[in-house]
C-alpha cells in the first residue's frame, strides 16, 4: 500500500468518524429536547393530581370496599 493510499483510506476512515459523531451529537440533542418536555409534563400531571378532589395521602392509604 502507497502512501497515498493509506493517507486517502485514513481520511475516509476520519470522514466517517466526523459524520458519525455529528449525527450522534444530533441524537443526544434530541434526546434531551424530549426528556425536557417530559419532565414537563410530569411536572404538570403531578401538580394536577395533587389539585384534584380527594388527593390527600389517607384516601389513597384506605382499603378498597371488599376488604
Do not use: F, I, N
Amino acid at each position: 500500500m502507497s502512501e497515498t493510499e493509506r493517507l486517502t483510506r485514513l481520511e475516509e476512515r476520519y470522514a466517517h468518524l466526523q459524520r458519525h459523531t455529528a449525527e450522534q451529537d444530533k441524537a443526544m440533542l434530541e434526546l434531551g429536547e424530549e426528556m425536557a418536555r417530559l419532565k414537563t409534563e410530569l411536572a404538570a400531571l403531578r401538580a394536577r393530581l395533587a389539585d384534584a378532589p380527594g388527593a390527600d395521602a389517607e384516601a389513597s392509604e384506605e382499603k378498597p370496599p371488599h376488604y
